[in-house]
């Protein structure tokens, strides 16, 4: 994960686009957002050729997209589109790794490598974030960056020694948080592998956000990786 965070008010509705050539993923996705407070999926496309047509139509901020779409892969598709509508962030979400993929993904400037096995919640707060300008690779994906890119993203991290030096009023416990929450965990989810109620766990991440000084939860796991606690 490498991060590049406004610290400006997340616009009120972001507007997404789902490519992927599996009908009942995107279902999923759509259903995802149908819930979410500040995201609107305005079109979706089953495969490249659709994909490029309905994005220079519709115009959306944030396009999530599968690599393998049938026609055309990702890649092709962002390139198609990035001269006429400069300003779409995409992001590739996708089950599959390969460092030559991600290197030319990278290259091309988008502002997203995210895997499917991601949870749903946190991909909700990635793509609120994205669009205000933030960028989220997921750490799987950071590792092979770091191998291709040694001089550019340090091979080695931070020790927790140094992390605990650099951001001491985090408690032992709020530590065993925000690891859960760099994994993507909701707080749920931390309350049950914790033991700990659902309304502690969310006291917890409200504190480390307001102690790392970060606007949320997914700036907060950005900083943990950044810093070298994960």
């Not at 993923?25 to 819930?35: A, D, M, V």
């Not at 659709?50 to 890649?75: R, W, Y």
Request: charged share 25%; hydrophobic share 40%.
């Amino acid at each position: 994960m490498e991060n590049s965070v406004s610290t400006n008010k997340l616009q009120q509705t972001v507007r997404l686009m789902l490519v992927d050539d599996h009908k009942l993923f995107r279902c999923g996705i759509k259903s995802l957002f149908e819930n979410s407070k500040g995201v609107c999926v305005v079109a979706e496309a089953s495969n490249g050729k659709e994909g490029v047509s309905k994005i220079l139509a519709q115009n959306p901020d944030v396009v999530l997209l599968d690599l393998e779409l049938g026609d055309i892969n990702g890649l092709d598709l962002i390139e198609k589109v990035t001269a006429q509508k400069p300003n779409v962030k995409f992001v590739i979400l996708t089950s599959h790794i390969n460092e030559h993929v991600i290197n030319k993904a990278m290259k091309m400037g988008i502002y997203g490598y995210i895997l499917k096995d991601i949870n749903a919640e946190f991909l909700d707060m990635i793509v609120k974030s994205i669009s205000n300008g933030a960028m989220w690779i997921d750490k799987k994906v950071v590792q092979i960056l770091r191998e291709l890119n040694p001089n550019v993203i340090p091979a080695t991290q931070v020790s927790r020694t140094n992390f605990k030096s650099t951001h001491a009023n985090l408690t032992a416990r709020e530590y065993e948080v925000l690891k859960l929450v760099v994994d993507g965990k909701s707080n749920l989810q931390i309350a049950n592998e914790l033991h700990i109620s659902e309304h502690t766990s969310k006291a917890h991440v409200c504190n480390i956000i307001q102690k790392l000084v970060v606007d949320d939860r997914t700036q907060a796991a950005v900083k943990a990786i950044r810093e070298g606690i994960v």
